[in-house]
C-alpha cells in the first residue's frame, strides 16, 4: 500500500490568506521529499523539495516543514493566488528503494476571488 | 531546453487492441520513469529505465505490459490486449542521473481510453 496519505483531500481559501496542505508518511526511512503542483490536464510540477536532514526549506511564497517525529510534511502557501488552484502531492524517495518516488493522494486547493 | 514530451497526449483503444505511449526525455537526461494515475488518485510507479536498461519495473503488471528505452529515440511504454482497467493518465518524468536529491521532471502525460 502508499507510505504516503494526505489529511484533507480539499482545501478552499480566500485569495490572499496563507493555505497550509498536510502529509502524513509512515517510511520513516524516507530520505528525500517532494512537493508538486497539478494543473488539470498537465503533468505534476516541482514546487520545493527537502531532504530528511533538514526540518525547513523556504522557496519563493512556498515553506516546506518537516517533523520527522510524527512523519509529518507540510506545504505552506503565502498570499494564496487564483492560479495556486490545483492539486498538490507529497512525494517521497527512500534511497535503498531506488529513484521511485512514492505519491500520496492529493489535496486540491480551490482559492476563491 | 524542452521539457519532457510525451504522444499521443490522448489515444483511444477498444478492448484487446494494443496501446504505445511515448516519452523523449529532457536534453541530458539518461533517466526515465513511468507512473500511472487514475482519477482522483495520486501518481503510482511503474517502471524505470536508463538507456537499454530496466532497472526497476516492481510496479509495473507482470503480464501485457512492458517498457523499453533504447540506445536511440524515446522510451516506449505498450499495453497489449488492453482492458477497460487500463483507462489512466501514464506520465513520464525523466531525471539527469541517479542522485537520490535529483528532481524528476515529467511530462503532459497520455490519457489512454479503452472502450
Known amino acids: 500500500g502508499e507510505s504516503v496519505g494526505l489529511h484533507l483531500p480539499t482545501l478552499s481559501v480566500q485569495e490572499g490568506d496563507n493555505s497550509i496542505i498536510n502529509c502524513a508518511y509512515s517510511?520513516?526511512?524516507?530520505?528525500?521529499f517532494i512537493w508538486y503542483k497539478q494543473e488539470s490536464g498537465k503533468g505534476p510540477q516541482f514546487i520545493i523539495d527537502i531532504r530528511s536532514n533538514m526540518d525547513k526549506r523556504q522557496g519563493q511564497r512556498v515553506t516546506v516543514l518537516l517533523n520527522k517525529t510524527v512523519k509529518h510534511l507540510s506545504l505552506q502557501i503565502a498570499a494564496t493566488q487564483p492560479g495556486d488552484s490545483a492539486v498538490y502531492f507529497c512525494a517521497e524517495k527512500v534511497k535503498e528503494y531506488g529513484n521511485k518516488l512514492v505519491f500520496g493522494a492529493g489535496t486540491i486547493l480551490r482559492v476563491k476571488s | 531546453n524542452a521539457g519532457v514530451m510525451q504522444n499521443p497526449r490522448h489515444l483511444v483503444r477498444r478492448r484487446g487492441q494494443e496501446a504505445r505511449l511515448r516519452c523523449s526525455p529532457m536534453?541530458?537526461?539518461?533517466?526515465v520513469y513511468w507512473y500511472r494515475q487514475l482519477p482522483e488518485e495520486g501518481l503510482k510507479f511503474m517502471v524505470y529505465l536508463q538507456k537499454e536498461n530496466i532497472i526497476d519495473e516492481s510496479g509495473m503488471p507482470k503480464e501485457r505490459f512492458s517498457a523499453e528505452f533504447p540506445k536511440e529515440g524515446p522510451s516506449i511504454l505498450r499495453i497489449q490486449q488492453v482492458v477497460r482497467g487500463d483507462s489512466a493518465a501514464y506520465f513520464c518524468?525523466?531525471?539527469?542521473?541517479?542522485?537520490?536529491?535529483?528532481?524528476?521532471?515529467f511530462g503532459p502525460g497520455t490519457r489512454l481510453t479503452v472502450l
Open positions: 518524468a525523466s531525471s539527469p542521473s541517479l542522485e537520490v536529491y535529483n528532481e524528476q521532471f
Open positions: 536534453k541530458g537526461h539518461s533517466h
Open positions: 517510511n520513516s526511512a524516507s530520505d528525500y
